[in-house]
């Protein structure tokens, strides 16, 4: 069946209603020391009990929300757990679009791989031989496809099942995977990525536990081992250090020669087990900066956002390991090193959330970045805890850490970043693999200079192995170096030859120096265009950047949309083009320099499920299924009910519960536990035949009510572009217990636009589960359609001065409902700030007006040519005043008066009133005038009197005031002071 294009997005069907869910938890009950009745309906939400033994509460979710219009903040992926089990540490930024799809040059949202290597001087091919473990609670279905998407995105090595390098086991070290988890499949993907980012070469073991129960997770570790990994991470935790710790659960976590690693958790100051035991590495977080003014390139601070930040404090019920010497502390101190935890980008495509690309924080990024730093620096001496590495280094291969808190607390230095030893960082963050590495080693400097030149060369990459430096501004490095035999030492520069490797030998505790000059490459100008590509065709002011470059990138003409850039010779390169205007989807390509010029054009599409980009309308072309029968399915719908289901998809509401979904009169229903109905289901409602062919994306809503445990009961959407031969999920039930009403559901469907025959379904199994409803099935395309018109583009400066204005309103009085705020440009030098671009319905003659604050309206005339750019730049008026003379003064007999001229001048471009004000008491100075409006150019006289008969005058001396001066503009106006000197009064007339 072809979707009929009759239904549009004006249509009734689009109305959404607001969303409420009633959530009960399984483990709320158990809290409660109740367990859920097989056969009972999910009731009213009930507060989660808290175990005695927590030493703190995480927020609650009440606390934990953004408030509305306030910039997207962090939520935890994980609730807070209940009695014996841990929660995950994994933190997921809010407010985040949807994006499955990114373009193969395109760079995600958040910190790469590339920004932790650069940060942390990590080799780029890390790891090979070695493999790190992720422990973690349930099942992430799409924990190896999501990971393929992140690897290649950012091209690192596949890691998959078939080439050897990704595993998953349950945590027995089968195959018989738990069940999923809508919180911990974030946590796995976060996990997942940030070992590839850090180690892309090592070889990833997955532990899924059946549970999030501390005896199952303990487990995990405990397998993991068993398995050959000499590196686990455990992004988990429970707040709280207990006496019984260490006896009921610390033998997982000791494993001489393996370095296993914790989260130190998010919740601020206070401690949490696992990272508490004396032979774990327990790990802090920071926040993460881009500083091209410093050395390094990059700063960090005690991580705080929101209400989370890393935990730390002092575990007073665990022994001292031998390594630590803080004097705050009698126990053991946490944490131990710490490392980025926000704002990096993460894949996940499971589950509710599993939205594509986001940006994820929290301990839990910082955690498997450095069990992957372990595995970067080799393997650990037998019989030795790679926790005491760092503290060994004596600060080598460590970035201090030394602002910023995570709290309040006794000993400042166990809640506030310092010099050397904190507890929220720990003794600081990679500066390469010295502090996590066993064993004896040396220092290697110098500076990487252009041999042509003689100037430095910043970002030369100088290593050997696992070892990397790279260069600062001034070209310097410094390197650590296992003792011994330095093989093949290479330094690489963009657009430079690389360096002949150099062979060497370092002693333990020897410094040398090796300064290297490189030569620099041809380099050939690649030339082109960057274009809508949707329709109108016209220019884009765009990014054009050059991947693994650490050259700027450069901008498009906004007029044109031509760039340049000039390349080195005799290499192919990755574009990455990135529109400034929004509501495009990035773009790109390869090309090969040679020695002859390039040319590469682009043209960027716009975004159909974004639907902001401005020029185009969206248009829906679907129709909506309401159940209205109730004598079956509807006409070209089918249930599909597998063998042995007692019941399935049903119209006429078999037990009257009436029409709970948002929608009204007949629904789709699938009944499990309530009689007649039997308990057990396996049953597919699945849409006619839509042709999708036409559509550049397409989406389904519907409304919906269910009740649901997640131990016996699933649901799905499901997608099918072959006649149901293989589905694929595009909304799964979630993992906790949920009851929910008058929900409105919208799922993204963009990646089966262009199919001709797409069918949906939505699947019910149950074994003694509740009932799902279904109402309102809203199924269409989205196409972007061209308005006519055309872009105008300029900036808009203040007249008198020329500087760009930002935040100034540029409206088409043709239509004043379009309008546009001008922006700062400062990543390009060629266009100022007070940049804008707007789009003018209809090509011809438009008028178009400017304003700002303090400023006068200003009003060009642009001719707008149909899917052309026109360049119309304005110009704002703002008055600027001076007063002569700068400073007033008089000498007056007592009694007497006398007066003196006051000359205001505008000599700005725009008209200003002046306002003149005197403080209270000083009666003896009078203007006679309060206000004065003076046009471009115009000046005015205003009379100041000086009459020392005022009251205010109380004898003979010296009274000073000043005459303040405001106006309209945005120029500060100078007071003028005025002194009046009162003399003895002879009896002369003034």
Known sequence: MSISPSARSASPAFRVLGRGAAVLGVAALALLGLQPAAQARPTEPVARATGQAAAHSAPSAQARATAPGTTPGLEPVCDTPAEGRAACYALRATGQPPLLRLSASATPAGFGPKDIQSAYSLPADGGAGQTIAIVDAYDNPNAEADLAVYRAQYGLPPCTTANGCF????????????????????????????????????????????????????????????????????????????????????????????????????????????STLPTVTAVGGTTLTADPGTARGWSETVWARDNYGPGSGCARNQAKPAFQEDAGCTGRSVADVSAVADNVAVYLSYGVHGTGWQRYGGTSAATPVIAALYALAGPPRPGTYPNAYPYAAGGAGLNDVTTGSN????????????????????LGTPAGLAAFRSGPHGTLSGTVKDSATGKPVAHATVGSGLDVATTDAQGA?????????????????????????????????????????????????????????????????????????????????????AYRLDLPQGAEYTLEVTSSLPGYRPGGGQVDVGRRKVTADFALTADPDAATAVGYTLERQGRTETFDSTTGAPQGWTVVNAPGTDSGWEFDDPIQRGNLTGGSGAFAVAESDNGP????????????????????????????????????????????TDGGATWTSAWVSPQSSDSVQNRTLHVGLGAFAGHKA????????????????????????????????????????????????????????????TTATTTATPDDPAVGDGFYTLFAAGPGSHTLSATASGHSAATERATVHADRVTRTDLALGVGRVTATPDTISGTVAQGRHTSVRLRLANTGTGAVTVRLAQPSGTGWLTTGVSQVTLEPGRRTTVTVVLDSASSDVTGPGDYRTEIALTGDTPYAISPVPVTLHVTAAHGHGA
Request: glycine share 12%; proline share 7%; charged share 15%.
């Open 167 to 274: 595993r998953k086991v349950d945590q027995r070290g089968g195959t018989s995977y738990p069940q999923p988890s809508e919180a911990w499949v974030g946590e796995i993907a976060l996990d997942l990525d940030m070992v590839s980012a850090a180690a892309p070469g090592a070889r990833i073991l997955l532990v899924e536990t059946d549970n999030d129960g501390l005896e199952n997770l303990a487990a995990g570790v405990d397998e993991a081992v068993a398995l050959g990994a000499k590196y686990v991470s455990n992004s988990y935790g429970r707040l709280g250090d207990f006496s019984t710790d260490l006896a009921t659960y610390g033998a997982s976590y000791d494993h001489p020669g393996v370095a296993v690693v914790a989260a130190s958790g998010d919740n601020k100051y206070g401690v949490s087990f696992p």
């Open 407 to 426: 709290g309040t607390c006794d000993a400042a230095y166990l809640c506030t970043g310092g010099p050397g030893y904190d507890g929220p960082t720990g």
């Open 477 to 561: 490095y410094t390197l650590d170096l296992p003792a011994g035999t330095v093989k093949d030492l290479t330094v690489k520069a963009f657009g430079y030859t690389a360096a002949a490797p150099a062979t060497f030998t370092i002693a333990d505790g020897q410094s040398l120096t090796r300064d290297v000059a490189l030569a620099p490459i041809p380099r050939e100008h690649v030339r082109g265009k960057v274009t809508d590509g949707s329709g109108h065709g016209w220019p884009l002011y765009a990014q054009v950047a050059v991947a693994g470059s650490p050259e700027a990138p450069v901008w498009t003409d906004p007029e044109t949309g």
């Open 758 to 817: 797409v069918q949906v379904r939505f699947r019910f199994v149950a074994n003694w589960g509740y009932h799902w409803a279904i109402d309102d099935v809203y199924i269409a395309t989205r196409t972007l359609l061209p308005a006519p018109g055309g872009l105008t583009v300029g900036t808009v400066r203040d007249a008198n001065t020329g500087a760009g204005l930002v935040g100034a309103t540029v409206t088409d009085l043709k239509n004043p409902g």
């Open 677 to 720: 109905i039997g308990p057990h289901q396996d049953s597919q409602l699945i849409s006619p035949v839509l042709d999708f062919s036409a559509g550049q994306s397409a989406e389904l809503s519907f409304k919906t009510e269910y009740g649901y445990n997640p131990n016996n009961q699933q649901m799905s959407v499901d997608v099918t």
